[in-house]
T-cell receptor, first 110, second 114 residues
Framework: QKEVEQNSGPLSVPEGAIASLNCTYS??????FFWYRQYSGKSPELIMSIYSNGDKEDGRFTAQLNKASQYVSLLIRDSQPSDSATYLC??????????WGAGTKLIIKP | DVKVTQSSRYLVKRTGEKVFLECVQD?????MFWYRQDPGLGLRLIYFSYDVKMKEKGDIPEGYSVSREKKERFSLILESASTNQTSMYLC?????????????FGAGSRLTVL
């Protein structure tokens, strides 16, 4: 069974520090990976996508993919209270269907 | 600037009632999806559609049906609502095959079945 696993948290990080969110996946056929952010009571929104091994940076966010280890991570630099949310990791194949993790709740402490 | 609109934000229905959840997108996206989200279980795909009048079952289609008569509209139908269908329902859309996994979500419809 295809699975994406995340630690549910909560992960508590001081303001200004680096938040590190991790995700592992079981399906070696997954070709693309996504990080969605979901604020409490809101719907998910895409913040990062990554398709190849290595790092991808976008502002304060860096996504990392290691296909050999089946591992995806999201780093948030200079964490702000507004980054407090649940972060959903998802893996995609070519069949329109994403495999979702249950999400990690991140709390940034001022 | 609203791109994916779900018709009802909150609904309360009784067991056995028929429930319609409507979703409209204005981005000319080919693909549309219905998910349900429950605490600790993450997002689970109910049905999706990659073209008008086309539908594909997701992971948990039992008890649900869908309709896509127009490109912009994707409806989720609960023929006879049950208490275990109490959940948050999320509609999403995406463009084409290469961008199929880049989803734009609606605000969600929280359904309570009594």
């Amino acid at each position: 069974q295809k699975e994406v696993e995340q630690n549910s948290g909560p992960l508590s990080v001081p303001e200004g520090a680096i938040a590190s969110l991790n995700c592992t996946y079981s399906d070696r056929g997954s070709q693309s990976f996504f990080w969605y952010r979901q604020y409490s009571g809101k719907s998910p929104e895409l913040i990062m996508s990554i398709y190849s091994n290595g790092d991808k940076e976008d502002g304060r966010f860096t996504a990392q993919l290691n296909k050999a280890s089946q591992y995806v991570s999201l780093l948030i630099r200079d964490s702000q209270p507004s980054d407090s949310a649940t972060y959903l990791c998802a893996g995609g194949d070519s069949n329109y269907q994403l495999i979702w993790g249950a999400g990690t709740k991140l709390i940034i402490k001022p | 600037d609203v791109k994916v609109t779900q018709s009802s934000r909150y609904l309360v229905k009784r067991t056995g009632e028929k429930v319609f959840l409507e979703c409209v997108q204005d981005m000319d996206h080919e693909n549309m999806f219905w998910y349900r989200q429950d605490p600790g279980l993450g997002l689970r795909l109910i049905y999706f559609s990659y073209d008008v009048k086309m539908k594909e079952k997701g992971d948990i289609p039992e008890g649900y049906s869908v309709s896509r008569e127009k490109k912009e509209r994707f409806s989720l139908i609960l023929e006879s609502a049950s208490t275990n269908q109490t959940s948050m329902y999320l509609c999403a859309s995406s463009s084409g095959q290469s961008g199929a996994n880049v989803l734009t979500f609606g605000a969600g419809s929280r359904l309570t079945v009594l």
